[in-house]
């Protein structure tokens, strides 16, 4: 592996910037949060966000006028369904073929991305968003589109700070955002302010959904177990795991691929980057297993990618008949025709040498002999 490996950014690649869909008053509180720090990198970005943000706010302000009310009266009458599990351990692909069952809503890109925008301008705004994405995930070749699942993280930034994806965007205070993925070291307002604004949100998708269940997936979700299950009791958990050997050079790719679309200040280096993921990746899993013991053996399951990617449609069937889901027989035919159409997608390859084998293991070790994975 390369040493001293920067990363080089475009500055003038603004529209991927997750802040320009955030309320004022968040990308305000943001930025004093980090002290106003934007590096000439991030210049471009922040102007763009900062235009477009401050240009639909009175939008935002209307429909929390119109709709506030009825949001905060939306019963969450079926409890939701979670995916989670790491980064990279094929969540995505989980997501987009699980929601390929009616009977589910489910976080879209544009409710992600403009999330105080999703019940009244959707068809004012969902067109911008759509202009702004590219066709595919800037870390792979998966398919990304405004009305495709999204995971809630991202809606989560731009109308709060509790958000993992805040540690990209301001780097140099990535481990105060690390904080907010397992809530440690935080304070009991902070956790109390986090539930409150997530429920929020919660309402917001039931109610545009007319009471749906909602189907979520959000790698963050892995190390808030409890808090979920206190907010949620009857919620339903899909974990998804995948060769840690895999998630760790698919994360190193990920970083270097998206995270730099994101950055309002020049990233630290790759080993400053590889120490903070791999340490996020031990807390979340030790704060996983501990919490998971809360939660009814009915209620989750664990789901192997590699179980799933050979066989996607037994793997779903068992998932229905673990969680007690109905539906399954209904949804068939469209889950394998999805299943079909992805065949197309093939999953990166890595080469990998000996030593960097070795400092893997090393870090990882713990669930690479926990889940038996070999390179």
């Known amino acids: 592996m390369k040493k001293n490996h920067n990363f080089k950014i475009d500055p003038l690649n603004v529209t991927f910037e997750p802040l320009a869909g955030s309320t004022f008053a968040n990308l305000l509180r943001l930025l004093a949060q980090n002290r106003f720090h934007v590096e000439p990198v991030g210049i471009p970005r922040i102007i763009y966000s900062m235009a477009l943000s401050f240009t639909l706010s009175p939008l935002n302000m209307l429909e929390s006028i119109k709709y506030d009310k009825k949001i905060k009266n939306t019963t969450i009458k ?16 989980l997501h987009n073929l699980l929601a390929q069952d009616t009977q589910y809503g489910y976080p879209t890109t544009f409710q992600t991305v403009t999330p105080a925008l999703l019940l009244r301008f959707e068809k004012l705004i969902k067109p911008i968003v759509a202009s ?20 809630e993280e991202y809606a989560l930034g731009n109308i709060s700070p509790y958000s993992f994806y805040n540690g990209w965007i301001f780097p140099k205070n990535m481990d105060l955002y690390n904080n907010y993925v397992d809530f440690q070291n935080v304070s009991e307002r902070e956790i109390k302010e986090f ?10 998708l039931t109610l545009y959904y007319h009471g749906k ?11 808030r177990i409890k808090i979920l299950h206190e907010m949620y009791p009857d919620a339903k958990f899909i974990h998804i795991y995948r060769n840690p050997y895999h998630v760790y050079l698919s994360m190193k790719r990920n970083i270097e691929k998206e995270m730099i679309l994101y950055c309002l200040q020049k990233p630290p280096s790759w080993e400053v ?30 789901v192997k990618y590699e179980d799933l990617m050979q066989n996607p449609l037994g793997e779903i069937k068992r998932i229905y008949d673990k969680l007690q889901i109905n539906g399954f027989e209904k949804s068939e035919p469209t889950l394998k025709k999805y299943i079909e159409s992805q065949k197309k997608i ?7 040498d000996p030593l960097l084998k070795e400092k893997i ?12 994975y070999t390179i």
Not at 365 to 371: G, Q, R, S, V
């Open 132 to 151: 702004s994405l590219p066709k595919t995930r800037p870390q792979d070749n998966v398919e990304l589109g405004a009305d495709l699942p999204q995971e």
């Open 361 to 372: 293991y090393q870090y990882l070790k713990e669930t690479i002999d926990l889940w038996n």
């Open 78 to 93: 079926k409890p939701p369904i979670f995916i989670v599990g790491h980064w990279r351990t094929g969540s995505t692909y």
């Open 346 to 352: 093939k999953s990166y390859s890595y080469n990998i």
């Open 213 to 223: 269940q909602l189907l979520l997936k959000n790698p963050s979700n892995t190390a």
């Open 273 to 302: 980057f590889e120490k903070a993921m791999v340490d996020m990746y031990k807390r979340m899993f030790k704060k996983y297993f501990n919490e998971i013991k809360q939660v009814p053996k009915e209620n989750q399951i664990d």
């Open 195 to 204: 539930k409150r604004i997530f429920h929020y949100y919660i309402q917001k």
